[in-house]
T-cell receptor
Framework: NAGVMQNPRHLVRRRGQEARLRCSPV?????VYWYRQLPEEGLKFMVY????????ESGMPKERFSAEFPKEGPSILRIQQVVRGDSAAYFC?????????????FGDGTRLSIL | DQQVKQNSPSLSVQEGRISILNCDYT??????FLWYKKYPAEGPTFLIS?????DKNEDGRFTVFLNKSAKHLSLHIVPSQPGDSAVYFC????????????FGGGTRLMVKP
């Protein structure tokens, strides 16, 4: 009965490097959402994906950030050329159906620190 | 332009008493509201939700009230227990507002033994 699995739990990168965050949704869930939480703030929506498709990326910065959810394997959030402001906790959530009354299940997040 | 606001960053309550956490929203397209509980270094855990067609939903010690005209909802925890100490996030969604969740900034609840 595995929930949403995110790895790594902690990731340290130097400015200019790339960060790759992985998310395996609950088994059977085909909808994946990424959120970012800056210190002392709430979670902010970044992107919503279904298998092989980006449905809504309205919350994602236009540059350096990309996301994918391939047919096989986990969803990946990729941040290129990281900057100090990218330091945050990144949470992935999944749901089985596209229905507002289906609560999203969250992983424990990846804490990204930029040196 | 925060669409969901939790104006109290923290709340301290004695064990056994009632905890009331408040949340306000501005977007009238929201029609579903959720409360999540979050412990440090963990992800948010779903607690309770309410549809905009209702004004109250109860689950054990947790009750959520929705006042649509005031665009306000609250979470009541009775009786409060030390294990309830966590950060509570109010979130809103709606089919016409995008299915993503819009979160408030959170309220840190401390229940003292």
């Amino acid at each position: 009965n595995a929930g949403v699995m995110q790895n790594p739990r902690h990731l340290v990168r130097r400015r200019g490097q790339e960060a790759r965050l992985r998310c395996s949704p609950v088994k059977g869930h085909s909808h994946v959402y990424w959120y970012r939480q800056l210190p002392e703030e709430g979670l902010k929506f970044m992107v919503y994906l279904q298998k092989e498709n980006i449905i809504d990326e309205s919350g994602m910065p236009k540059e350096r950030f990309s996301a994918e959810f391939p047919k096989e394997g986990p969803s990946i959030l990729r941040i290129q050329q990281v900057v100090r402001g990218d330091s945050a906790a990144y949470f992935c959530a999944s749901s089985q159906h596209l229905r507002v009354d289906q609560p999203q299940h969250f992983g424990d997040g990846t804490r990204l620190s930029i040196l | 332009d925060q669409q969901v606001k939790q104006n109290s960053p923290s709340l301290s309550v004695q064990e056994g008493r009632i905890s009331i956490l408040n949340c306000d929203y501005t977007n009238s397209m929201f029609d579903y509201f959720l409360w999540y509980k979050k412990y440090p270094a963990e992800g948010p855990t779903f607690l309770i939700s309410i549809s905009s067609i209702k004004d109250k939903n109860e689950d054990g010690r947790f009750t959520v009230f929705l006042n649509k005209s005031a665009k306000h909802l609250s979470l009541h925890i009775v009786p409060s227990q030390p294990g309830d100490s966590a950060v509570y996030f109010c979130a809103a969604s709606g089919f016409n507002a995008g299915n993503m969740l819009t979160f408030g900034g959170g309220t840190r609840l401390m229940v003292k033994p």
